[in-house]
């Protein structure tokens, strides 16, 4: 639902981890700005700017996307979801029981992404892996335990399958 308070800025509801909330944007507002600055959702990191670094990786749609590239007004009748959304997913405590994780800094970037791979690609292999990790950077690390929380994750998610 779109609705206008003046010319220059509009009220909409996005829907974002399951809820639905208001924001008053602008036509040029990104959606990276509209969940950092006016909801508070602060798990999508400002880096790049210029979509190279997947640090603002969100997913809209079950589709990763960079949010910094990708305005608020188109993704009004979209299901967004945010790092904070998946904050008792079993990815997050794979990146941490396989130490993906230094700074920090992409790290929401990239389970938002790795995520979306494992929810499109049960059955991943090494090189589908690594060509959805190309679309993340990281400075810090290694991309090798990334590599191996998401196959931990695909692992388990194997195991529960067969256990059904």
């Known amino acids: 639902m ?14 974002i981890n399951g809820e639905t909330h208001s924001a008053v944007i602008r036509s ?12 508070g959702l602060t798990a999508a990191k400002p880096a790049c700017e ?5 640090a603002c990786t969100v997913i809209v749609d079950g589709q990763p996307m960079h949010s910094c590239l990708s ?10 979801t ?11 405590q794979a990146f941490v029981d396989n130490w993906a994780i230094q700074c920090g ?11 979306a791979l494992v929810e499109q690609h049960p059955d991943a ?24 929380a998401v196959k931990s994750v695909l692992q388990s998610n194997k195991n529960l399958s067969s256990a059904n």
């Open 71 to 80: 305005l608020t007004i188109e993704t009004v009748h979209q299901s967004i």
């Open 125 to 148: 292999d090494d090189a589908t892996i690594d060509e959805w990790l190309a679309s993340n950077l990281c400075r810090c690390t290694g991309y090798q335990e990334i590599k191996e």
């Open 82 to 92: 945010t790092n904070e959304g998946l904050k008792d997913s079993l990815l997050q």
């Open 28 to 39: 040029a507002d990104t959606l990276l700005y509209t969940l950092r600055e006016q909801l």
């Open 50 to 54: 210029n979509g190279d670094c997947g």
């Open 105 to 115: 800094y992409c790290t929401s970037g990239f389970i938002a992404n790795c995520h």
């Open 2 to 15: 779109i609705t206008s308070n003046d010319s220059a800025k509009k009220i909409v509801q996005l829907h």
